[in-house]
């Protein structure tokens, strides 16, 4: 038995390789729509109004405001509004100063400084945040910042041990937190 080559597959139609253009910007359309767009510059307004009184008074050479104001209307909502008279401020200016005591030499007046309008040296958060790991593990700064529970903002332990010391060179009127006795212990420890 004898095989032949089976007869080759009928041709496949035409495919076109490629992509279709886009259109121009020149195109035929794009010209056609062009002058159909256009609005008119100016619009009489005569046409517009139904009231034969406002369209015998209205003059379109004039501004709105101007047509509205003859009308009666006003043509800014915002004009009825007064302003402060000068008067109002020299009635101001009339009234008696009010007599300071207690001024001293110079004239400046200092006014007593509260505990939160004083700028400490070290934050509040970063003290409770340095009070919280060495109460926890003394000066073994290593394993303070190995510790993901107290030390919640991965400081390296170069910067730990940084904190701690600008810490012990607090002021005591600086030290704003509350520190156990372990604390207290190293405090008194060190120096």
């Known amino acids: 038995m004898c095989f032949t080559n089976p007869q080759p597959p009928p041709p496949s139609p035409q495919v076109k390789h490629g992509r279709a ?5 020149s195109s035929r359309r794009n010209k056609a729509m062009k002058g159909s767009h256009q609005v008119p510059k100016y619009k009489n307004p005569k046409g517009l109004f139904k009231d034969a009184e406002v369209k015998a008074t209205w003059d379109p050479k004039m501004s709105a405001r101007k047509n ?14 007064k302003r402060p008279s000068q008067q109002a401020f020299e009635t101001i200016g009339a009234l ?29 958060s970063k003290q409770e945040y340095i009070v919280k790991n060495v109460t926890k593990h003394g000066t073994n700064f290593k394993k ?24 012990k060179g607090l002021k005591e009127e600086e030290r704003v937190v509350d520190w156990g ?11």
Do not use: C
Not at 68 to 81: E, T, Y
Not at 102 to 124: E, N, Q, W, Y
Not at 145 to 164: C, G, H, P, V, Y
């Open 144 to 167: 303070m910042s190995m510790d993901i529970k107290t030390n919640i903002e991965q400081e390296t332990a170069r910067q730990l041990e940084k904190l701690w010391l600008k810490f």
């Open 68 to 81: 509205l104001s003859k009308l009666g209307l006003a043509g800014a909502a915002n004009d009825d509004i």
């Open 21 to 25: 253009k886009k259109g121009r910007s």
């Open 181 to 191: 006795e372990r604390v207290e212990e190293l405090l008194e420890e060190e120096e």
């Open 96 to 124: 008696d100063p009010v007599e300071l005591y207690d001024v001293p030499a110079d004239g400046r007046v200092r006014a007593k400084k509260k505990h939160s309008d004083i700028l400490l040296p070290m934050s509040v």
